[in-house]
């Protein structure tokens, strides 16, 4: 029987331990309470992923503002009125397992579509998808974005959260900076590669600054944009170069945008895997970006099934973590089910079922309750 040994080592990001190489990678959980406070909902939701083995767990995307929200049952932690909330959801997972608990912060940006407020990007470009044209951020106001990014850091820290996660990628307001397509800018946060990830170094170290060493500040990085015109990885992997460089302590290469389904309707994150040559869709980026970082970890996502592919990719050193996002949906303890023994690959088939429901209602795996219901019938 094959052994997966490396992927249920532990191994660190920054100052913390993580149990296993097994990450549970931000998902929207369409689960909280109304206006993003955290309830029994996503509590219950959380606590099946705790029980199930995974060593790290990331939240699902929590808004830093209420104008870069995407829905009223967003978690949100833009003030101290959600600190009891986190509190107890971070006490929650620490009690019932060893798990580590991240945060992901973001604000939507140029994608937004609030009743309420208007997007927000550093270019006016429109967004095909949504049919809205973005407010062009002042320099003054993307430095109180920057603000607003560490004092939810600040926030993370005090409910006891492991760690904290930038979302950067999937055309949200921080990977619209990072792209030539959304970022046409000629000031010092435009125009050169160093200016396009500026925004990025600033969240770093003002947090650093607040924080210290011992609370690792992380980013999900876009790599493509998959659009004409769009963010490649030319360019990306010398922004992943930047940000090792600065201190990040791990990154999770990403890729697509709202946009990218106009052109390619199978692209991530939305990417359907038919078979075994669709999986692992990411790794190509991962060996590219990998040997530029250097200290800091590379957690790969997408598309990874099967624990033994998973196993030979931690051993070649492509990356250092192993990222899971619909299997986990599917499996909460998949993690448990691979470390007993049981080696087959995951139960998800990829049918984007959970990303339709998520839309409407809180997430779960329609294929796998569709299913059931035969059974019982």
Partial sequence: MTELKTLFTPQKIGSVEIKNRIVRSATFEHRAEKYGYVGQKILDFYSELALGGTGLIITGFTAIDPSGTGSPYQLRLDNDS???GHKKLVYMVHNQSDAKLAIQIVHLGRQCEHPKYPP??????????????????SVEEIYELVKKFKETSIRAYECGYDMVQLHASHGYLLSNFVSPYTN???DEFGGSIKNMARILVEIFHQTRDELGKKFPITIKLQTEDSVPG???????????????????????PSGGIYESQLTNSNTYPCKIVKSTEDENYFLPTAK???????KSKLILV??????VSAEKILINKHADFISLCRPLIYEPDLPNRWKSGDISPAKCISCNSCLVQMRIGPVYCVTKQNLEKKKQN
């Fill in 184 to 186: 046409k800018r000629k």
């Fill in 302 to 307: 997408g598309g990874i099934k099967n624990p």
């Fill in 82 to 84: 959600y600190i009891p």
């Fill in 288 to 294: 590219v970006i990998k040997p530029l970082i250097k």
């Fill in 120 to 137: 927000i990007a550093p270019s006016p470009i429109p967004e095909k998808t949504t049919g809205l044209t973005p407010k062009e951020l």
């Fill in 230 to 252: 769009g963010l490649t990885l030319e360019t990306s992997s010398k922004i992943a170069e930047i940000l090792a460089e600065t201190g990040y302590e791990a990154i999770e």
